[in-house]
């Protein structure tokens, strides 16, 4: 795996973070050495896909990038349900192709289908499993009710959402204590100061947390039964949310 250096030397500028191909080259590294918890929040991902994933449906994982959550939903997926991995990143959809070309699975695999597309324009039906693992903070303020209305509509009866967000919080000693502790986890995982000015520059105004309370009123709003925030660490949190068995779809 290669190591994420990318912010190592002082820039002039640190312009707005993207997903091109120099982060694709280190994100497994970039992402494990900045989310606390991302994988386990990724073994559970390939649990709940054993719940969830039902035959002759589609899971979506929005938001893929090198596909960790694709892959493992693969391993438990029946062979006719379809995975719709999407990604607006050229260089991260590329790769994924590559890995997918190399690893093709089992003779019992499922299909995976890729996209190079916005998430918010995307069509979702008949979705028994939708995975935005530290994707939405991406999207637009003001297109995150929409996407999870849209997300909702495809699900079956029974069907579940799994979210996770790097989040904020409403009372400041509560921001300030879990920020430093993120900040001490990165130290601890071998970034420098500058390293890490850098890149919180770069993603101002880029990633845009919420608070847990906005994420939970939101999947309750848009027609969610049960939303169970399951896990967190420090600003990082994930919750499942899943549409009823009696829903009507
Ligand atoms: C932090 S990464 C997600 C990590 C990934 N889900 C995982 O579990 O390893 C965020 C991804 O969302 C993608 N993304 C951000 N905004 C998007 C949008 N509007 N449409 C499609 N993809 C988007 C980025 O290109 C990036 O690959
Ligand atoms: O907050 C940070 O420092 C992060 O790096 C977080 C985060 C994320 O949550 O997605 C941001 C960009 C990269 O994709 C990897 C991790």
Known sequence: M????LYSLPRDRVGQFQFDADVADVFPDMISRSVPGYASILSVIEQLAGRFVRPDTNVYDLGCSLGAATLLIRNQAPSSATIHAVDNSSAMIDRLRKRLDQEPGGPDACAVELHLADLCGIDLSDASMIVLNFTLQFVPATKRHRLLQACFDA????GGLLLSEKVCFDDPGQQ???TDLHLD????CGYSELEIAQKRTSLENTLIPESIP??????KDVGFDVVAPWFQCFNFASILAVKSTT???
Request: no cysteine.
């Open 2 to 5: 290669s190591r994420d250096n």
């Open 155 to 158: 699900l079956v009866p029974g």
């Open 176 to 178: 300030s204590l879990l």
């Open 185 to 188: 986890f990165k130290r601890a």
């Open 214 to 219: 906005t994420h939970t009123d939101r999947l």
């Open 247 to 249: 829903a009507s779809t």
